[in-house]
């Protein structure tokens, strides 16, 4: 009611608010959908990424862990969330490569240098997990 009579004042909001397929937020029903698909890609990388499958393998058993063994809400914070992060870089990379595979079984240096600076995201993501967690734990520990 109030986003109805927000559009009747400002009818270039209405505009503005819309994606572009013209479509205006309904937050319900475009949230579920939203998840939906969510879970569509989390179950594909799941098929069809065995790097994705080692990540989630590791997350299962060190999330848990980083939980247990952060001191403050930051620390846990820091432990999981550097986890989460080497997953959702993994998918955007598995993403770009699908993508480019569609286009394709041929090289191409654009191509070559796209699926390789994917890889090299989750990398550095990686490697931000070892310092967060050494950096957190080492002083603990040794």
């Known amino acids: 009611m109030a986003e109805s ?3 009747a004042v400002a009818p270039r909001l209405k505009i ?3 994606d572009h397929f013209g ?8 949230i579920l959908k939203a998840a939906m698909w969510s879970m569509q890609g989390l179950r594909a990388a799941w098929l069809h990424e065995s790097s994705f ?3 989630v393998y ?3 058993v060190l999330g848990p862990l980083g939980l247990w063994l952060g001191q403050t809400g930051v620390e846990r914070a820091l432990l999981v969330g550097s986890g989460l992060l080497v997953m959702a870089v993994e998918l955007l990379n598995s993403s770009i490569e699908a ?5 394709g079984p041929e090289f191409h240096e ?4 796209a699926k390789d600076m994917g890889s090299a995201a ?5 490697l931000n997990f070892l310092l967060v967690w050494g950096l957190i734990l080492g002083p603990r520990f040794f």
């Open 5 to 7: 009579r927000l559009l």
């Open 16 to 18: 503005a608010m819309a």
């Open 23 to 30: 479509h205006l937020p309904r937050a319900p029903s475009r």
């Open 53 to 55: 499958r080692l990540e």
């Open 58 to 60: 590791l997350f299962a």
């Open 99 to 103: 993508v480019i595979e569609r286009y």
């Open 110 to 113: 654009l191509a070559g240098r």
């Open 122 to 126: 989750v990398f550095v993501l990686m």
